[in-house]
């Protein structure tokens, strides 16, 4: 079955860029979405389809999929995005969803 | 507003059953684009997805868990439901329901997300 791998954790200092991968075979060729879970919350979609943000997220998070990787890119960091984030991605071949491990932010 | 609610026992004896339900409000069951899913989060741990259901009541399980689930659905009362058998403390974790919509591409193809989820419902497996 599909796998993808996400570090562990990222650092970012207050007002920098946070980049969270989501590695994959020719992930390129899939259809992923990220999100979003603070501490004792249900997740929460930032984007979806790549690159497409629900109503109410900010611009600040961006996504994009290319080769192997997929990448959540948060601009303008803010204590308030520290969280967890979670990649996912529907096979269609075996009709299943996976997520990545997760990936711990945390605002320096 | 599309809400979903889980509710069932926090507590289940090991080898035992546990059962969940997920009551929808806010819209139906019974629409075309959607499956009605089951993830789940050990604590500490990342999210698990352990399967989904269409209101026709195909489903779709994970295969690290499908010897032991069943999944089943109730248009009439706008609920779905799961049930884990032969659980042990492996399956304590917060079960969280959720919407997952399907998407179409103009011309061909497709893509799922989770939508909407519910607040989650911790089930401990203890004795």
């Known amino acids: 079955s599909y796998v993808a791998t996400q570090p562990p954790s990222v650092s970012v200092a207050p007002g920098q860029t946070a980049t969270i991968t989501c590695g994959g075979s020719d992930i390129r060729t899939k259809s992923v979405h990220w999100y979003q879970q603070r501490p004792g919350q249900a997740p929460v979609v930032v984007v979806y389809d790549d690159s497409s943000r629900p109503s109410g997220i900010p611009e600040r998070l961006s996504g994009s999929n290319s080769g192997d990787t997929a990448t959540l890119t948060i601009s303008r960091v803010e204590a308030g995005d520290e969280a967890d984030y979670y990649c996912q991605v529907w096979d269609r071949n075996s009709d299943h969803v996976v997520f990545g491990g997760g990936t711990k932010l945390t605002v320096l | 507003q599309v809400q979903l609610q889980e509710s069932g026992p926090g507590l289940v004896k090991p080898s035992q059953t546990l059962s969940l339900t997920c009551t929808l409000s806010?819209?139906?069951?019974?629409?075309?684009?959607?499956?009605w899913s089951w993830i789940r989060q050990s604590p500490g741990k990342g999210l698990e997805w352990i399967g989904y259901i269409y209101y026709s009541g195909t489903t779709y399980y994970n295969p690290s868990l499908m010897s032991r689930v069943t999944m089943s659905i109730d248009t009439s009362k706008n609920q779905f439901s799961l049930r884990l058998s032969s659980v042990t403390a492996a399956d304590t974790a917060v079960y969280f329901c959720?919407?997952?919509?399907?998407?179409?591409?103009?011309?061909?193809?497709?893509?799922?997300?989770?939508?909407?989820w519910g607040q989650g419902s911790l089930v401990t497996v203890s004795s």
């Open positions: 959720a919407r997952l919509t399907e998407k179409y591409y103009y011309g061909s193809g497709s893509y799922r997300y989770f939508d909407y």
């Open positions: 806010g819209g139906s069951i019974s629409s075309i684009d959607y499956y």
